[in-house]
T-cell receptor, first 112, second 112 residues
């Protein structure tokens, strides 16, 4: 069975600092994908970054990078130079066996 | 291009009433998903579909039924609503496996 875990319910970070949001996963499927989504207070789900299980390099999208450690089954999101607008809920998700499941999320607060 | 449209956006029901939530996508996507989002629980997969005429159970299917008679539509039904089904419901679609999801704006459902 697939499982995805986010162990940080909330985080407070000073503006302009880098942030790492933790995500660990478990699956027996050799082919899977890992995603991060942002949900601001307005409620919409915003796709941030994707990493495939066979990708050799860590994914990057602007200020977002995914620190993929396959042997440790972790897929942490790194946000460089955080901004006030980064304050939101962040969800890690995993695809496999036609399903896509989500972690419980981390609420990130950026402090001015 | 509308993307994923959920109808209705808000609804209040009494215990025991039935209703259907509609999800429509205009991107010709094969895969569609229904989630519920509750505080502290992240998004939990209710049911999903990998193509027209197919449906499958997710993590929390009890109390819900779904149908995918047309490729563009994925309906979520509550036959006898219970207060425990008070939640925000999200629909999502993807074109193929290991692709990022396109989400609707959500339906806020309250069961009294």
């Amino acid at each position: 069975a697939q499982k995805i875990t986010q162990t940080q319910p909330g985080m407070f970070v000073q503006e302009k600092e880098a942030v790492t949001l933790d995500c660990t996963y478990d699956t027996s499927d050799p082919s899977y994908g890992l995603f991060w989504y942002k949900q601001p207070s307005s409620g919409e789900m915003i796709f941030l970054i994707y990493q495939g299980s066979y990708d050799q390099q860590n994914a990057t999208e602007g200020r977002y990078s995914l620190n993929f450690q396959k042997a440790r089954k972790s897929a942490n999101l790194v946000i460089s130079a955080s901004q006030l607008g980064d304050s939101a809920m962040y969800f890690c998700a995993m695809s496999g066996d036609d399903k896509i499941i989500f972690g419980k999320g981390t609420r990130l607060h950026i402090l001015p | 291009n509308a993307g994923v449209t959920q109808t209705p956006k808000f609804r209040v029901l009494k215990t025991g009433q039935s209703m259907t939530l509609l999800c429509a996508q205009d991107m010709n996507h094969e895969y569609m998903y229904w989630y519920r989002q509750d505080p502290g629980m992240g998004l939990r997969l209710i049911h999903y579909s990998v193509g027209e005429g197919t449906t499958a159970k997710g993590e929390v299917p009890d109390g819900y039924n779904v149908s995918r008679l047309k490729k563009q539509n994925f309906l979520l039904g509550l036959e006898s609503a219970a207060p425990s089904q008070t939640s925000v419901y999200f629909c999502a679609s993807i074109s193929g496996s290991n692709q990022p999801q396109h989400f609707g704006d959500g339906t806020r459902l309250s069961i009294l």
